[in-house]
């Protein structure tokens, strides 16, 4: 049985380090972007559109084709690796980062902060993620910073009342008591004691985020609310290639690709993390 | 059975029914029936009240309940449709005279009370038309006889036909007797058909008008269907639900026409430029600049590329040929980088300049790749425009603010009129929204308004489009195109310049 | 109990109001919504009559004390866009999506239940990893990708189903296939997580031990565990469904709340986007204030603290 046990784990720890591998090349990629794509990823060259990829008779000058203006598709893949994944990670971590914040304070001291920043995180949880951000992008207009800050905006909440709800159970801990029988300031104990303990579900719930937002923002290209053109993004490339899926399949099938397989890798990931660090969790 | 259970049973019963049940009502519209017509729209009107929705969308849907007095006769020139005839009486008066015998859908006779009514409707500033712009020119209406009456303009009004080609006429003592709600609810005209349904955002049903005054129309019913994704339209075609569908991307008329089905394409009354804001300090306001981005541009690459060889290119104004007061005599702005270089180098702008250009996605055809376009063209001379994209909802209320541009993308619609008046007269620098301000303009302008003959009105608007064209206040691009698709057994359709589609003849063969 | 469901509904109220004003002013500072009520062709003595009659020459708190007074007799005034009355307006509209998110709900359990079931049993085994990379590859597509596809698939290339409408259950099964596959991914993820959880809990060993096949243990003695969790992600998953409905009535045509409120909120129609808002709101607070019940009947540990 132990023995059992022991390989399946292991396969776990095989599909989520293939996963984590494959995020490591595609952060990679975006990364070194401007290196390794053989083109300017807005550059159009119009002679040369709806270009087939090399292996179905395009030629080696453009690998995966050309785009409906003749940009390079791999080109614009990999610049809108560090769009989408840019995007995902800023939002995720400005939502994270703040919610987080807000529910230390509030699960630590309680009173009327508490009790004002849960009402507030129940109205905002009340409303559909999505229909909050297009309100917000409404608002403010759409574009890279905007969708950003719409994001962030939108998510923090879930984090707020999971970071107060961690807290809560760890207040009266005895080594918080203790630490606080010591004279260690108030806030020192909540940010250097309490939250490290609280910390493994909120990894989790962003790691799903992170997936959860890079689908949104293609959500918001394709209502045309999404970051500005010629910016490329995934989602944006997946939104313009519709009308050409009938006669240029790789105008879609490329970032699409990239697309499915960084989330599902995000999401095998989290779901690895999560086997590990807590299974009872509701994400 | 314990709690868990018959919560899980409970919830499961809900869904169950919800989605059994409880859901949309009606019978399946589906093409099958052979003298249904089903039209594939990108919208429906958002009522079945004519003159509180002027979205392009809408307007075909309207003309198959209602009549206007007159319509243009795609020669520059007016038939009349409910009226017999016209004539001017002095510069600000105007008589006509209805054709007798034309019932409204209850059996009512159409009167010139009607006519007096439904324009009153429309200028009460309380009924919120969106008309009211087009005919505020019109003081008031006088009858003076069952079948005649006079339109008494503010001063000499010379596109007063132009404007009365968006009004639709309404049964004043049906539509007094029900209130407008009442009205809407079950709309009553004297078009070829009879109103059905209406449902929101998905269908509007209308029914052959067996008593219509020109003979009865050959179809049974026409159902157009709501449908804004363009690439389920195109589904819906080749799947046969659709057996008519407008605003055919072009990729896909190949792939449609392999299909077997027809295809068609008009050249909207809509003329596609980029609005350069002179009328504030900037680079824009030197004209040489403004004539550089329009040699930066090439035009003939929308057309072939994005278009694919579906719409026209704008030979230097903001109409087509189809247009009264269109100039043939006049060229578009030839693809020319050198002179685009040297005309910006003699403006004292000859390492370009930044800017910001204000874009759409969706509102026009290729929008979004017409304008991704244009600013890689732009960039080749050293201006660097920005692309920044307004949402759908606010753009003409940017526009009207002057909120937008340097540089922005703009459709200058025509239609239904077909008149060069309705565009030029926001290039006027009291015009709403304005950008652009010339003296010369404004002068010749208001000259062609006041000119009551034809022939005469026609020469200055064309001296109007010399003029603009000199100027380039905006970036000419192209006529849009509209494509269509239709069925096989479909006979007689097409769609027309102004939007519309003359139902009343299309026959409907078997599957 | 009594007391705590009233303090719980005053929450509420308070909750509603404040999600409703938070709209009210969020909509009218993003834009004025008369130059959507007329052409390009209005004169500005135009734009400045149809304001007057909307009342939206008025000070802001004048127009939101209006609102709130017109709001609590349920009239949240006519829609700029279609000239009806807001409320009936999104009445009207719900069901259409209801019975999409109904179905996609279906869809999502007769799929991820037996999904999570078998590779909660068979934990670390080939089946467990397809099922877990199935559900989550369908989360990983984008709605109008996904819906795309299976129109380009089933009504074009096979036509086995229509394309786009509402009229039949046969035009629901694409779209709420579309709909379903977050949750599904979700679904499946809970009930294999509890599977696991479940069947290392000693009162399953002594089933399996009383000689209980291996089945009647699972359905007899692991779902009822999994009812909470299920029903909670159910309730949660409300909104998301919302949010996905957005993109998939548009891409199919349905006419529902979905597509109602996001061609609202981009014409700023604001009385539909408020009485929305308000309807939306009450839903999802009413939704967690039964379950908050549910639980505290179901489980006595939780407190009505």
């Known amino acids: 049985m132990a023995i059992r046990r022991g390989a399946r784990r292991r396969r776990g720890h095989v599909v989520a380090a293939a996963a984590a591998g494959f995020l490591v090349v595609t952060a990679a990629a975006a990364l070194l972007a401007p290196w390794i794509a053989p083109h300017s990823p807005t550059r159009q060259q119009i002679a040369r559109r709806l270009t087939p990829p090399a292996w179905a008779g395009g030629g080696w000058e453009h690998l995966l084709g050309t785009d409906q203006l003749g940009r390079d598709i791999a080109s614009r893949i990999l610049y809108g690796t560090r769009v989408s994944l840019g995007v995902a990670l800023v939002a995720v971590t400005l939502a994270g980062a703040t919610g987080t914040a807000l529910g230390v304070v509030a699960g630590y001291y309680g009173g009327g902060i508490e009790r004002l920043l849960t009402r507030l995180a129940d109205v905002q949880l009340a409303f559909p993620l999505t229909l909050l951000v297009i309100t917000l992008i409404a608002l403010l207009g759409p574009g890279l910073g905007n969708v950003i800050a719409a994001m962030a905006l939108g998510g923090w909440a879930a984090y707020f009342r999971m970071a107060r709800a ?66 490329p993004t995934w989602g944006a490339m997946l939104a313009d290639s519709r009308d050409y899926l009938a006669i240029a399949w790789w ?26 660090l807590d299974p009872r969790l509701v994400v | ?37 089903v039209v ?52 600000t008066t105007w008589e006509f005279v209805l054709h007798s015998g034309v019932r409204f859908h209850n059996g009512m006779s159409l009167t010139a009370e009607d006519v007096k009514f439904t324009i009153e409707r429309i200028l009460d500033p309380a009924t919120r038309s969106p008309w009211l712009g087009r005919i505020s020119a019109i003081e008031r209406v006088e009858v003076t006889g069952p079948l005649t009456f006079r339109i008494v303009t503010r001063g000499p009004f010379a596109p007063l036909l132009q404007g009365l080609t968006v009004v639709d006429i309404l049964p004043a003592a049906y539509f007094q007797e029900r209130g407008p709600a009442g009205f809407a609810a079950a709309p009553v005209g004297t078009g070829p058909f009879v109103f059905g349904e209406w449902h929101r955002q998905d269908r509007m049903v209308v029914r052959a008008n067996l008593g219509y005054w020109r003979g009865r129309p050959r179809l049974d019913e026409v159902v157009f269907r709501a449908i804004p994704e363009d690439s389920t339209r195109v589904a819906g075609l080749e799947t046969g639900e659709l057996d008519v569908g407008v605003l055919v991307p072009p990729e896909q008329v190949d792939r449609l026409k392999a299909r077997g089905l027809q295809l068609g394409t008009v050249n909207l009354g809509q003329g596609m430029v980029v609005n350069l804001r002179s009328n504030v300090p900037g680079p824009l306001q030197q004209r040489k600049v403004r004539q550089a981005l329009n040699y930066a541009v090439d035009k003939e690459a929308i057309l072939q590329s ?43 702008l000859g390492g370009g300049f930044e800017v910001t250009f204000h874009g759409t996605i969706g509102r026009y055809t290729k929008d979004k790749e017409i304008e991704e376009l244009v600013i890689g063209q ?27 541009g340097p540089l922005w993308i703009w459709a200058w619609q025509y239609f239904p009129a077909m008149d060069a008046d309705l565009p030029l007269n926001f290039f006027t620098c009291a015009g709403v929204g304005n950008f652009f301000c010339s003296r010369d303009f404004d002068e010749l302008f208001a000259q062609s308004r006041r000119e009551m003959d034809p022939v005469r009105r026609r020469a200055l608007l064309q001296r109007v489009a010399l003029l603009v064209r000199e100027e380039a206040p905006v970036i000419f691009l192209v006529q849009t195109p509209g494509i269509y698709a239709a069925q096989k057994r479909v006979k007689g359709f097409a769609w027309r310049p102004d939007y519309l589609m003359d139902l009343h003849r299309v026959e409907v063969g078997p599957r | 109990m009594a007391g705590y469901v009233a303090r719980r509904l005053l929450d509420a109220a308070l909750g509603v109001l404040g999600v409703t004003t938070i709209a009210f002013l969020a909509i009218r500072l993003s834009g004025d919504p008369v130059a959507l009520l007329i052409t390009e062709y209005a004169t500005p003595e135009d734009i400045a009559r149809v304001r007057r009659t909307l009342g939206l020459d008025q000070p802001l708190w004048v127009q939101y004390a209006r609102f709130l007074a017109d709001a609590l007799r349920g009239d949240f005034g006519e829609s700029l866009r279609f000239i009806k009355p807001a409320a009936p307006l999104v009445y009207s509209a719900m ?45 990983s597509m984008p709605y109008f990708w996904l819906g795309i596809l299976l129109i380009m698939v089933f009504a074009v290339r096979l036509q086995w189903l229509p394309a786009f409408g509402s009229e039949s259950w046969r035009h629901l099964i694409l779209p709420a296939v579309t709909l379903a596959m977050t949750p599904m991914a979700r679904i499946a993820r809970i009930v294999r997580s509890g599977m696991v959880e479940v069947l290392t809990q000693d009162y399953i060993r002594t089933a399996h031990a009383k000689g209980l096949r291996a089945s009647a243990v699972v359905v007899r003695h692991a779902m009822p565990n999994l009812a909470i969790p299920l029903v909670t992600l159910l309730a949660l998953d409300f909104g998301t469904l919302l949010g996905g409905a957005v993109v998939t009535e548009t891409i199919f045509a349905w006419p529902g709340v979905g597509r109602l409120v996001v061609q609202a909120i981009q014409s700023r129609d604001y009385p539909v986007v408020q009485a929305v808002v308000f309807y939306l709101a009450t839903a999802v607070v009413l939704i967690n204030l039964t379950l908050d019940v549910i639980y505290a009947r179901l489980d006595p540990r939780v407190r009505y603290g």
């Open chain 2, 1 to 37: 059975m314990s709690t868990v259970q018959r919560i899980a049973a409970l919830v499961a019963f809900v869904l169950l029914w919800t989605t059994l049940g409880a859901g949309t009502s009606a019978p399946p519209a589906a093409a099958q029936d052979p003298n249904r017509l």
């Open chain 1, 166 to 231: 961690q807290v809560l159970s760890l207040r009266d801990a005895e080594y918080v008591l203790a630490a606080r029988c010591l004279g260690i300031p108030d806030a020192r104990i909540a940010f250097r004691h309490v939250l490290p303990n609280a910390l493994s579900p909120l990894v989790v719930l962003a790691s799903f985020s992170v997936a959860q937002v890079i689908i949104l923002e293609s959500a918001l290209s394709f209502l045309g609310l999404g970051v500005q053109p010629p910016i």
């Open chain 2, 378 to 404: 732009l960039a080749e001379i050293g201006v660097r425009a920005r692309l920044e994209i307004v949402e759908g909802g606010v753009y003409i209320q940017r526009h009207i603010a002057r909120t937008l």
């Open chain 1, 251 to 276: 105008l879609a099938a490329f970032p699409g690709l990239a697309l499915m397989l960084t989330v599902l890798a995000i999401n095998l990931l989290g779901d690895w993390l999560r086997d590990l």
């Open chain 2, 306 to 348: 994005i278009l694919r060889g579906h719409g026209r290119i704008l030979n230097g104004q903001v109409v087509g040929p189809d247009a009264f007061g269109h100039n043939p005599n006049l060229k578009p702005y030839p693809y020319d980088l050198s002179r685009a270089r040297r005309l910006l180098a003699e403006a004292g």
């Open chain 3, 95 to 139: 069901p259409a999506t209801v019975q999409l998110a109904a179905a996609a709900l279906l869809v999502a359990l007769a799929v991820a239940l037996p999904l999570g079931m078998v590779a909660g049993v068979r934990r670390g085994s080939a089946i467990d990893g397809v099922a877990i990379v199935l559900a989550t590859l369908g989360q």
């Open chain 2, 40 to 91: 594939g729209i990108g919208s429906i009107p958002n009522t079945p009240d004519p003159h509180l929705d002027s979205t392009a969308n809408a307007l075909p849907a309207y003309a198959t309940l209602f009549e206007k007095l007159v319509a243009t006769d795609g020669k520059g020139g007016f038939r009349g449709v409910l009226a017999r005839s016209w004539r001017q009486v002095d510069p």
